[in-house]
């Protein structure tokens, strides 16, 4: 008797485990039919500008309306906004081709918009613009940081002799100058050389992991360091 009663039992606990689950629905499979999205084309606010069509909310803060295009076959768009000196990265998600953002005064940004759409995992990226949200008026602005590095993050190459490149933008026009810091520990503290131009030759050890960091000047004394690039050497 009591091994039939012992029996049941365990019938009774393997048919809850069989009939119970996570209590998560699967995630739909994404649908082979439905067409891929198109990347969007950026409108506002303008690369490599000041953005002075914001409406204050406060001495320190603004309202500012991004603008794109719309995309084909989009869905949802996410709009991916940085802020260039903190590094603080944020997002937002609409169905509209537009998007009011409050953001700080005096303050440089980048934003690129990620197009989705449904039934697919599949996405497209529009280009990253940067622009620099007007605070209270100065007579000079901070460049922006140098940006679109070479070697990309993360890419490997070949040791020996390398030309480092980067990009850079200053909305007051002014002459730049440039520092270039090269090292194997992050932060890089080792200055490699200074520069006027967007490039700087270098020689490489093999088998070895850099760091190196650009620092660019204008002529009124304003300086932006770019963030900290990483790339390997091959063995």
Not at 146 to 172: C, H, R
Not at 201 to 221: E, M, R
């Amino acid at each position: 008797m009591k091994i039939v009663y012992k029996y049941f039992l365990f019938t009774m606990v393997l048919s809850l485990f069989s009939c119970g689950g996570s209590g998560d629905d699967p995630a739909p499979d994404p649908d082979p039919d439905v067409p891929a999205p198109k990347a969007a084309t950026l409108v506002f606010p303008d690369n490599n500008e000041e953005c002075t069509e914001g409406v204050l909310v406060s001495d320190t803060e603004s309202l500012v309306t991004f603008e794109w295009t719309a995309a084909e076959n989009t869905d949802t768009y996410m709009l991916i906004l940085t802020n260039l000196e903190s590094g603080e990265e944020r997002s937002s998600i609409t169905t509209n081709s537009e998007l009011e953002v409050t953001l700080e005064r005096g303050t440089a940004y980048s934003w690129y918009v990620i197009s989705r759409a449904n039934g697919t995992n599949e996405t497209a990226l529009s280009t990253t613009w940067r622009f620099y949200n007007a605070g209270v008026p100065v007579v000079n602005h901070a460049p922006f940081p140098p940006y679109e590095p070479f070697p990309q993050m993360g890419l490997a190459v070949n040791a020996g002799n390398i030309t480092l490149k980067w990009n850079s933008a200053d909305l007051d026009g002014d002459v730049l100058t440039f520092t270039l810091y090269l090292d194997t520990i992050s932060p890089p503290t080792t200055i490699l050389g200074e520069t006027d131009s967007n490039s700087f030759n270098a020689t490489l050890d093999s088998n070895t992991i850099y760091y190196w960091q650009v620092v660019v000047a204008d002529g009124a004394g304003n300086n932006t360091r770019s963030e900290i690039f990483e790339f390997r050497t091959k063995p």
